[in-house]
């Protein structure tokens, strides 16, 4: 509109704008000293809503943010969403990306001494379909959830945080090397207003999803077993190397440890004092199916046997996984059966490499709990390695250190 495009914009500007037939009038609000400029207010406008719409960014814009859009999810998913989330599809019933489309700002300064604050940054919503998505890939069932931040931030669903906070650092790194790697064809110094008003949105981007990120990354630092909650004990949410949950282990149940790490020495060479050989390796999260398994075993031993209490203390976590993913033993009859001589199976290739280190470790430890009748294909596969890919991931811990780590919700 000429004349009104000549106004800049000022985001404090009280302005009202008023549409008359033939008319259109900006009236200020508020006194305006003599000689001093006259701004117009865009609105709480990002940067790139002002750049795409208007050709100009303001530098430190405190409503700038990063738009993430999600693709469209499996099929078996969307007709699920389909029901709960008609809002996400086009009346065509195709996904909908503009609806799927969500803002993501910098977090809050405060959030270096209350990591758990980053989540303020991500619209719940968002944390809600991601939700949705992991327990589609873990193949549990799906129920909307009627508060996404109470029960995400603060209830039950706590537990999704983690492999959320993975997903979206994901998501980000593909944008941050494209907007790098763009930069890297442009003048390093703006020659002109155009370039300058580019720069500074790509900068603003930038600012923001490491940010992001790297409040994300100390998240996950925070949900660390050395981290203390309010009363000053052991949080009992936490993510666990290998090496720490042995170490647990060896404390609250030496004799499962023992026979778990005998049989593991029999069969792979594998001890204690090896862990940090094998950090961060894909046989590093073997040997965590391995102990998943082991220690589900010791756990329904114990918990057949009404006399041992011990269990409501030391496999408290083992109950939270069991509630999440099932009862692998439902539908089997002597499952925990112990006799030195496992019978003949069927037995699945995925399985194979696992069941075959079984097999040793029970040859050299006749009537241990590597001789159980679990020791089967399906209690492999969708038991330990489920829950080792589901709630473990790839984690800095410290400077060139990086270790598989899994998610275990555990008593103090």
């Known amino acids: 509109m000429p004349i ?34 006259i701004f117009n207010n865009y609105g709480p406008k990002s940067n790139a809503e002002l750049l795409m719409g208007y050709g100009f960014c303001i530098p430190d814009n405190p409503h700038c943010c990063v738009l993430e859009t999600m693709k469209a999810p499996a099929q078996n998913l969307q007709v699920l969403l389909r029901m709960t989330h008609p809002g996400y599809f086009k009346t065509s019933g195709a996904w909908n990306s503009e609806a799927a489309t969500f803002a993501i700002t910098k977090p809050d300064d405060e959030v270096a001494t209350n ?4 989540w303020n940054s991500i619209p719940p919503t968002l944390m809600e379909l ?59 110094v703006p020659t002109n207003q155009r370039q300058t008003y580019a720069k500074m949105y790509r900068d603003g981007q930038l600012h923001i999803m490491q940010s992001v990120r790297e409040s994300l990354a100390g998240f996950l630092r925070w949900l660390r077993p050395t981290r ?33 790490m005998l049989g593991l020495q029999h069969a792979v060479g594998f001890s204690q004092e090896k862990i940090s050989t094998v950090a961060g ?10 102990w998943l398994c082991f220690a589900y075993i010791d756990y329904r031993r114990q918990r057949e046997d009404s006399k041992n209490s011990i269990i409501h203390h030391s496999y408290s976590w083992m109950k939270d996984l069991e509630a999440e993913y099932g009862d692998p033993f439902a539908d ?57 890919r589901s709630e473990g991931m790839m984690m800095r811990i410290a400077d060139n250190d990086v270790r598989y780590v899994v998610y275990l919700d555990c008593d103090e």
């Open 281 to 290: 390796s894909e046989f590093e999260q073997h040997i965590w199916l391995l």
């Open 332 to 388: 089997s009859e002597n499952a925990m059966e112990g006799t030195g001589t496992r019978q003949e199976q069927v037995v699945d290739v995925e399985a194979q490499p696992f069941l075959s280190i079984v097999q040793t470790a029970a040859e050299a430890l006749p009537d241990s709990l590597w001789c159980a009748e679990a020791w089967r294909s399906d209690f492999v596969l969708d038991w330990g390695l489920r829950i080792a």
């Open 115 to 118: 990591p758990a604050l980053v």
């Open 228 to 260: 203390l909650d309010s009363t000053g004990a052991r949080t009992s949410r936490a993510l666990w190397t290998l090496e720490e949950v042995l170490a647990a282990s060896s404390a609250e149940t030496h004799d499962m440890y023992a026979s778990f």
């Open 130 to 188: 991601f939700y949705y998505i992991i327990r589609f890939e873990r193949g549990l069932d799906i129920a909307p959830i009627e508060d996404p931040e109470e029960y995400l931030l603060r209830g039950e669903g706590f537990r999704y945080l983690p492999r959320i906070a993975f997903y979206i650092v994901s998501s980000l790194v593909p944008k941050m090397n494209k907007i790098t790697n763009a930069a890297q064809m442009l003048p390093h």
């Open 4 to 37: 009104m495009d000549a106004l800049n914009h000022d985001a404090s500007a009280q302005i009202e704008w008023s549409f008359d037939p033939g008319r259109f009038t900006l009236s200020v609000i508020e006194g305006v000293r003599s000689g001093s400029e």
